[in-house]
């Protein structure tokens, strides 16, 4: 079945250091990528996507590129501020407009000033 | 307007009782999703209720997990007898209408804890 991923934290960085949090995925056809971001005490949100090869989505700084051929979605930022402590999610789903996902484990990101 | 809630916020609970937990999400939405992160693994999907059918449920994990959505609205999942392999967060998300996750809002989830 499909299945994604993810680099393994906690990941603690100094603010305005470079992240990257690995992602990759297992997938029957063309899927859609997702990165969510969950901050303390609230719900997931949606953070960036991509559908389809060689698309790059990006947000808040935040960059992932969908690429087909080593079936990764990495995230970047190029500088993290302590606001982006939080945990990062990394998820697929079929497109047709499904909303049936399927998440990594999650990555937990300190910031430290 | 009022975003996905979800109570209680945390739960403890020993082994063998029951808990049931709820979630309200936004006001006009049909699609309605309960997800489980259990500690140090992957989100899962549990169930997909669209207004008070279920449309899919596929991911409850066993019999002891029952989901209702009486009216369409609110939603409740109850597990019983809880068991410790049920601790984890779960999740519910919202949808007005089917149109890929961009669509779904999320709510902070439900911290179980079973002892």
């Known amino acids: 079945g499909d299945s994604v991923t993810q680099m393994e934290g906690p990941v603690t960085l100094s603010e305005e250091a470079f992240l990257t949090i690995n992602c990759t995925y297992t997938?029957?056809?063309?899927?859609?990528l997702f990165w969510y971001v969950q901050y303390p005490g609230e719900g997931l949100q949606l953070l960036l996507k991509?559908?389809?090869?060689?698309d790059k989505g990006s947000n808040k700084g935040f960059e992932a590129t969908y690429r087909k051929e080593t079936t990764s979605f990495h995230l970047e930022k190029g500088s993290v501020q302590v606001s982006d402590s939080a945990v990062y999610f990394c998820a697929l789903t079929h497109q047709g407009g499904s909303e049936k996902l399927v998440f990594g484990k999650g990555t937990k990101l300190t910031v430290n000033p | 307007e009022a975003g996905v809630t979800q109570f209680p916020s945390h739960s403890v609970i020993e082994k063998g009782q029951t808990v049931t937990l709820r979630c309200d999400p936004i006001s006009g939405h049909d699609n309605l999703y309960w997800y489980r992160r259990v500690m140090g693994k992957e989100i899962k999907f549990l169930l997909h209720?669209?207004?008070?059918?279920?449309?899919?449920e596929s991911g409850m994990p066993n019999n002891r997990f029952l989901a209702e959505r009486t009216g369409g609205t609110y939603s409740t999942l109850k597990v019983q007898p809880a068991e410790l392999e049920d601790s984890g967060v779960y999740f519910c998300?919202?949808?007005?209408?089917?149109?890929?996750?961009?669509?779904?809002?999320f709510g902070s989830g439900t911290q179980l804890s079973v002892l």
């Open positions: 997938a029957t056809g063309y899927p859609s």
């Open positions: 991509a559908t389809k090869a060689d």
């Open positions: 209720f669209v207004k008070e059918s279920k449309q899919d």
């Open positions: 998300a919202s949808s007005q209408e089917t149109g890929g996750p961009e669509k779904l809002f």
